[in-house]
């Protein structure tokens, strides 16, 4: 059994196991991933993948079958499981808990392509969909207070283990320190100002427009203020909304449409980086009251893209500090530059 | 000038810049750098690096010529610069200063070694000593809040840019905001317990002893309760102290001693990974009052020690939640196994 662990000092969780196989190790055992055709992400591998959870079908083919347009799965190798109860216990001095949770995989189209953008609008736009449809079905689940979307693209990163393009949905009893802060900044400013830092921030740079990148009816991308990476992207709602699963259907082209984009123009501008993309969601208010239920109105959900041309150095990740060698200004205006 | 920018939602303070030519673009006009030997880092070559500010010499040599044992110069590309004022403003919503600071390497031998865990104990008290000197004069500035030293070893890492043992100090007008968290947990601790959270994590593992390394005199290693990565350890003083410059002339030798044999006990178990290496210190409370004096007592220093064998994925860095695969109490089993 995994174990959720609390840092004693800055009150981080993590997972701590023995038992999580290495994904590129339970990969090996399913045949040579670096020789293809045996990707079992893949159309017909259907098999060699644990059972779906959910799948986009518009022809009516029947569950781990081809046929399917987005498959959602289990993770291979899951650090969380969802059955059982928390169990929140002290450990001596420290505190833990059971490792709850569930790890999905989004495998974002049937065809081997290894990156986002090489997939046309409609298919992103149904990624888009199938996040929706587990995000709503994951929050059904009182236990999960924070459920969160990431995926790593590009051709080197995780890539190199599984390239087929494919996203993360990871949904953890506690809420992850770095995403409650981004709550907790967002409710301190509300109080404060009464109004969403997000929605100011969409003005303020809708008005000086040195940091927009790019911009449709319902999304604008902007390198942010304080960028942390090289031509850091953030891609935000421009109507306030804390909750991505709420986004009106016809919100999803226009979501499509400037993730391609904007990927479009990073690989132009860039060559091709790896780069991660997370989406930030409210947290899962089901259940719960008190602190978490008054910040309903506070939240603004959205993605932020990093290409990683370096790892982060010692020195960022251990403090925090970043160190980014081109302003965001300049990242933005060489990316508006781009020619599409 | 580079502009130390603050993000409006979570507070992180970031050094953006377009002046930063990156280090691999300065070694390269140095000369080829992989083509050896033009180290600029090497004995004989002081006239290819900026100009000391500190070094050791026993044999009464001159300055920025051969005779050092350890060596400190300003980096050779710098975030931040120590003259000028913080010019502390708003940028319309935003918030921004000047970038002060300071940013040194700290070279480790004249011997062109890569990995520190080569080199003799007495040369490694030697890089302490120099530490002790270099934060002395530094929190002498009364605009540095936070003085953080760390390095990146082994076969890989940036070694690949300039593969001779080196470290960072970096000094900056603004706590980092992970170096912050651990001021607070450990004022927050003391103010619930009236005891320092690493001097009971110290007792309490010293008495269970599944997580420890090793132990000598003065300092214990152990694997923390919650490692974020595998095999992750932590170095502490056993004695209570605030401030590594202020460790005794007598700890020098039991700190060079268990971060050798640590060192050694990770690559003969671990086949010489890469790993970074932070020295957390006590905050720069020269000059200041209320708050930071306040906490002249609650904060521990001590090392952490982290093996690389993976670059943390998006996941972990967007929300630092971590997800490891080796608990600690078999991490300290296996490291504590080791034949030396």
Redesign the interface.
Known sequence: MSTL??????????????K?E?LSTTLQKLGNISAFPKCPLCRGSEGDTPPEVFAIRSDGSKPNTPGWEVRVIPNFTA?MRVEGNLNRRP????DEMDSIGAHELVIGSPEHFANLVDLPEPQIAKIFRAYINRLRDLKKDMRLRSI?I???YGKRA?LESLPHTHS?I?A?P?T????K??YV??RT?YEYKERC??C??IK?ELR?GKRIVTENDGFVAIT?????FSHEIWILPKKHSCDFENSPESDLPWMASILKEILTRIRALLGDPPY???L?NGPNRNGREGYWLTIEYDYHWHI?I?PTFT?????E????????????E?AARRLREVKL
Chains 1, 2 share one sequence.
């Open positions: 662990r609390r840092d004693p000092i800055v009150g981080r969780w993590v997972v701590d196991t023995d999580l290495p650090a450990e001596l001095m420290y969160f990431y995926g790593t995780l993360h990871i953890t506690v992850p320190k770095l995403i802060e981004q900044g967002c400013y830092v997000y100011d921030i303020q000086q942010p203020f304080a960028s942390r991660n993309l997370a930030f932020e990093m790892r982060p150095e010692g020195f990740w251990a403090t925090g500090f970043y160190i980014n060698d081109t302003t965001p300049t």
